[in-house]
């Protein structure tokens, strides 16, 4: 299956993780992919093992994101698909423990940083009828005790999901997200690392979603490929939530 041959895909926070692992599922199926992430050598070693094209970003800042979408078009002719896949988080901080820097640092990657990645490639993906993807989270449905920054920046991503939408229709652009819950991610295990007993971290983790397990990156990654691929056609402005049925309930 190639259903993205021809097309071009940028990633951002593309040098592990989710980000990485739908870089690898995107070229699978035909799209040149150019992976962009602040940490360089790391991001630059994943492409080059990968055969993917690499760009250093740090998303809190404007140049380096319009950097970022010139040097795709540059190296690859156009640009087809934007996943804004750049985030952080700070674990076990209520509103009175997050300090000022820890909220900027968390809106100014998780949300300004989709905001001026989609600025810069939107006069791209016009040409091209394209589509955005972001990455959110189910925190951003539901929200969860102890991440007040990071469930109301991941709540914001939805809510610009939906304006990208609404106002990019008309061009033939398309703008989703997808939720996730627990993912088995370098993230996460350093979030099991910090509770002090691995094993028993992960069957905690895993007890929360319905389904009684953490997703892997893969079924996350396949749900951005098909939010980005012409199967979803008909599809804009919506939050998937890739979440084992963590929200259903």
């Not at 088995?184 to 895993?206: C, F, K, N, P």
Request: proline fraction near 2%.
């Amino acid at each position: 299956m190639t259903r993205f041959e021809n097309k071009v895909v940028l990633i951002t926070g593309g040098s592990r993780g989710i980000g990485l692992t739908t870089a690898q599922l995107f070229k699978a199926e035909g799209a040149q992919v150019m992976v962009a992430a602040r940490a360089t050598e790391r991001g630059r070693t994943a492409a080059e093992q990968n055969g993917l094209g690499f760009v250093a970003v740090d998303v809190q800042v404007a140049a380096e994101c319009e950097n970022s979408v010139r040097e795709t078009v540059q190296q690859f002719g156009r640009l087809d698909v934007l996943v804004n896949g750049a985030g952080i988080i700070y674990r076990n901080r209520p509103v009175e423990q997050t300090s000022e820097d820890e909220w900027d640092a968390t809106f100014d990657t998780n949300v300004k940083g989709a905001f001026l990645m989609s600025k810069f490639a939107l006069p791209h993906l016009r040409e091209a009828k394209g589509t955005i993807v972001n990455l959110a989270s189910y925190v951003g449905l539901v929200g969860l005790k102890g991440l007040a920054a990071y469930n109301a920046s991941k709540a914001a991503l939805v809510n610009l999901t939906r304006s990208m939408a609404l106002d990019y229709a008309q061009e033939g652009i398309r703008v989703n997200c997808v939720c996730p819950g627990s993912v088995d991610t370098d993230m996460i295990q350093e979030a099991w690392r910090l509770y002090g007993d691995m094993a028993e971290a992960s069957r905690v983790w895993a007890a929360k979603h319905p389904l009684g397990r953490i997703a892997q990156p893969e079924e996350v990654g396949r749900a951005i490929l098909f939010l980005a691929s012409e199967e979803a056609s008909f599809i804009t402005g919506a939050a998937l939530p890739v979440d084992g049925g963590i929200t259903a309930g």
